[in-house]
């Protein structure tokens, strides 16, 4: 018998986009706002009662400034403005809402959510699951593999190694190279100035890694590509900033879960939920729909 699809989600993604489209007049007894974990909870219940799933976990980052990246490279997402405390909260009701719906869930201070579902991955592709990771960040695109899904739940687009391959010009495990050339804007990442994801990409079809690349500069020159010497340059300037980015966007998938882990939906714990749904001030409404799609 097949194994139960397993589906990875990137869980920060829909708190923050809860916490910018849900109206923040939605506030609990405390009168502290609740909009993030009422958009978030709309989105788990909407999956849920798609998917049916029955193997499952959410991935959360911890922290934009504790994982091994900012270690190596402090400039790593320090673009990015600390989310306000209100929104902090807000995280921690949802992973509780979450564990006591019997729903996996974990956040590392060392690694980030992208770290976690690599290793997830690989960890449940050994066991012979399918793998669905939901998500609307190109990075885990590298993290694909024959059979794989990477879903933008959102917008409703499955894409394989095949959309994968179209939509940025290389193969899933060339995604990481093409980052740190090209560099990632969104994680603070410059790259090598001048080239773009295109050149990117055409550079990766010629050679197959950034190692490869950084081996044969002097043959860029003589590529059937715009501006190949200035391209040329621009690697042999950057060649160790290069190799420094390769390392912040290669996904970690070797974080050190147990071998017996499990991803299997529980039972939820009923007397927790009841205290979270007077904490958040659930209607009857709302909480009647979260337990039917619970099974409860």
């Given at each position: 018998?097949?194994?139960?699809?397993?589906?990875?989600?990137?869980?920060?993604?829909?708190?923050?986009?809860?916490?910018?489209t849900?109206?923040?007049?939605i506030?609990?007894?405390d009168?502290?706002?609740?909009?993030?974990?009422?958009?978030?909870?709309?989105?788990?219940?909407?999956?849920?009662?798609q998917?049916?799933?029955?193997?499952?976990?959410?991935?959360f980052?911890e922290s934009?400034?504790?994982?091994?990246?900012?270690?190596l490279?402090?400039?790593?997402?320090a673009?990015?403005?600390?989310?306000?405390?209100?929104?902090?909260?807000q995280?921690?009701?949802?992973?509780e809402?979450?564990?006591?719906?019997?729903?996996?869930e974990?956040?590392?201070?060392?690694?980030?959510?992208?770290?976690i579902?690599?290793?997830l991955?690989?960890?449940?592709?050994?066991?012979?699951?399918?793998?669905?990771?939901?998500?609307?960040?190109?990075?885990?695109?590298?993290l694909?593999?024959?059979?794989?899904?990477?879903?933008?739940?959102?917008?409703?687009?499955?894409?394989?190694?095949?959309?994968?391959?179209?939509?940025f010009?290389?193969?899933?495990?060339?995604?990481?190279?093409?980052?740190?050339?090209?560099?990632?804007?969104?994680?603070?990442?410059?790259?090598?100035?001048g080239?773009?994801?295109?050149?990117?990409?055409?550079l990766?079809?010629?050679?197959?890694?950034l190692?490869?690349?950084?081996?044969?500069?002097?043959?860029i020159?003589?590529?059937?590509?715009?501006?190949?010497?200035?391209?040329?340059?621009?690697?042999?300037?950057?060649?160790?900033?290069?190799?420094?980015?390769?390392?912040?966007?290669?996904?970690?998938?070797?974080?050190?879960?147990?071998?017996?882990?499990?991803?299997?939906?529980?039972?939820?714990?009923?007397?927790?939920?009841?205290?979270?749904?007077?904490?958040?001030?659930?209607?009857?409404?709302r909480?009647?729909?979260?337990?039917s799609?619970?099974g409860?």
């Amino acid at each position: 018998m097949t194994p139960d699809k397993v589906y990875l989600i990137d869980s920060s993604i829909y708190v923050f986009r809860a916490w910018f489209t849900v109206p923040n007049h939605i506030v609990n007894q405390d009168n502290e706002p609740v909009n993030a974990v009422y958009g978030f909870v709309d989105f788990v219940h909407q999956f849920l009662k798609q998917t049916q799933a029955k193997h499952i976990a959410f991935a959360f980052d911890e922290s934009l400034s504790t994982s091994f990246r900012n270690q190596l490279y402090p400039e790593y997402k320090a673009n990015r403005e600390p989310a306000p405390q209100e929104l902090k909260r807000q995280f921690v009701y949802c992973r509780e809402l979450l564990q006591a719906s019997g729903l996996f869930e974990t956040a590392q201070p060392k690694y980030e959510a992208d770290d976690i579902i690599g290793t997830l991955a690989r960890q449940m592709r050994r066991r012979g699951h399918p793998i669905t990771i939901v998500t609307s960040d190109k990075d885990l695109a590298q993290l694909i593999f024959k059979n794989d899904i990477l879903w933008n739940f959102a917008k409703g687009q499955r894409h394989s190694i095949p959309q994968i391959r179209k939509q940025f010009g290389v193969d899933p495990s060339q995604i990481a190279d093409q980052l740190a050339i090209a560099g990632d804007k969104t994680d603070n990442i410059e790259g090598a100035p001048g080239i773009g994801m295109a050149t990117a990409a055409k550079l990766l079809n010629q050679f197959s890694s950034l190692e490869e690349l950084l081996s044969n500069c002097a043959e860029i020159s003589s590529m059937n590509i715009r501006g190949a010497k200035r391209i040329q340059g621009l690697i042999e300037d950057h060649q160790e900033h290069l190799l420094l980015y390769k390392k912040l966007t290669t996904i970690y998938c070797d974080i050190d879960f147990s071998d017996d882990i499990s991803l299997e939906r529980k039972p939820p714990d009923f007397p927790t939920l009841e205290k979270l749904f007077d904490k958040l001030g659930f209607s009857k409404y709302r909480r009647e729909r979260w337990l039917s799609v619970l099974g409860a």
